[in-house]
């Protein structure tokens, strides 16, 4: 089983990213993605299950959208206005824990390998 993440970068504040997320092996019922500051804990950013419902960071509602291809076994974050506070690395995970959880990084036990996103103020 395997996510490859895609899509990070340099942009300036007030710019837009596209991660991806491809998923192989499996797929999920819940892809979710999450950032990561240096010596920071890991941070949900948003989240969407098999049926499409999404969830998100109430400070990124409005900017980002996350979305996925279940034909493609693929997960999607469009980033819009993004703010210096933005950058971080970006993990894309999968798992199928309840809906309750589906907040919690330790309910995903499938994870990719990060992408940096960098956005200059």
């Known amino acids: 089983v395997q996510l490859q993440a895609s899509g990070g970068g340099v942009v300036q504040a007030g710019g837009f990213l596209r991660l991806g997320c491809a998923a192989s092996g499996r797929t999920f019922i819940n892809m979710a993605w999450f950032r990561q500051a240096s010596g920071e804990e890991r941070e949900f950013v948003a989240a969407?299950?098999?049926?499409?419902?999404?969830y998100y960071k109430e400070s990124v509602k409005g900017r980002f959208t996350i979305s996925r291809d279940n034909a493609k076994n693929t997960m999607y974050l469009q980033m819009n206005n993004l703010e210096s506070e933005d950058t971080d690395v970006y993990y894309c995970?999968?798992?199928?824990?309840?809906?309750?959880?589906?907040?919690?990084?330790?309910?995903?036990?499938?994870w990719g390998q990060g992408t940096q996103v960098t956005v200059s103020s």
């Open positions: 995970a999968g798992g199928d824990g309840i809906l309750s959880a589906i907040r919690a990084a330790s309910m995903y036990r499938y």
């Open positions: 969407v299950r098999r049926s499409g419902h999404t």
